[in-house]
């Protein structure tokens, strides 16, 4: 079973508008919530984190949310730069390991 | 610092043949992780360590086997390969004491099985 959800595998933007990327999970035990961004031939990178006893974290351009009752979190993008065009992944921490979504290709056009 | 570097870069096999990626960092991380990335799948577990001489089954580890000889580096090994385990091999380490559970990860290994 999946227990996080990434259901677009892919979004394209424009430059400058807000990028909105979704993530659902089923696990109640999760404690953090990461999202990592990749680009080809590279690892991922780590690019900002949630508790779960918090709602919101931001950093810069980017914003988590966490809405815990419905089990869903999303990553703000804002403004969008053609450097943000990256596979994203939405991952959540239980015990020693991270759950990976599947990931979401982000593409912003010029 | 490297940080987390991983070899080979790139490897083909036939199937049934046998190798070991490695994985090594330089950060004195306690935890250390093997993980692949497949089209439409994300990054899932395979095996990972808590610390030297210690391993553990991650969520896909059927068909691999590891080692932790040493708190530097983490070995993934194929004793016999198939094409099923064609995928992109991602390695990772944290400190023991990591409040969001961070994982910092390696550049890949890209393995075709034939």
């Known amino acids: 079973d999946q227990q996080v959800k990434q259901n677009s595998p892919s979004l394209s933007v424009q430059e400058g508008r807000i990028s909105i990327l979704n993530c659902d999970y089923t696990?109640?035990?999760?404690?953090?919530f990461l999202w990592y961004k990749k680009y080809p031939a590279e690892g991922p990178t780590f690019l900002i984190s949630i508790s779960s006893i918090k709602d919101k974290n931001e950093d810069g351009r980017f914003t988590v949310f966490l809405n815990k009752s419905a089990k869903h979190l999303s990553l703000h993008i804002v403004p969008s730069q053609p450097g943000d065009s990256a596979v994203y992944f939405c991952?959540?921490?239980?015990?020693?390991?991270?759950?990976f979504g599947q990931g979401t290709r982000l593409t912003i056009n010029p | 610092n490297a940080g987390v570097t991983q070899t080979p870069k790139f490897r083909v096999l036939k199937t049934g043949q046998s190798m070991t990626l490695l994985c090594a960092q330089d950060?004195?991380?306690?935890?250390m992780y093997w993980y692949r990335q497949d089209p439409g799948m994300g990054l899932r577990l395979i095996h990972y360590?808590?610390?030297?001489?210690?391993?553990a089954k991650g969520e896909v580890p059927d068909g691999y086997n590891v080692s932790r000889l040493k708190k530097q580096n983490f070995l993934l090994g194929l004793e016999s390969a198939a094409p099923s385990q064609t995928s992109v091999y991602f390695c990772a380490s944290r400190p023991q004491m990591s409040w969001d559970n961070e994982q910092f990860f390696g550049p890949g290994t890209r393995l075709t099985v034939l």
């Open positions: 950060m004195n991380h306690e935890y």
């Open positions: 991952a959540a921490s239980v015990v020693q390991k991270l759950v």
């Open positions: 696990n109640s035990m999760f404690d953090y």
């Open positions: 360590s808590v610390g030297e001489g210690t391993t």
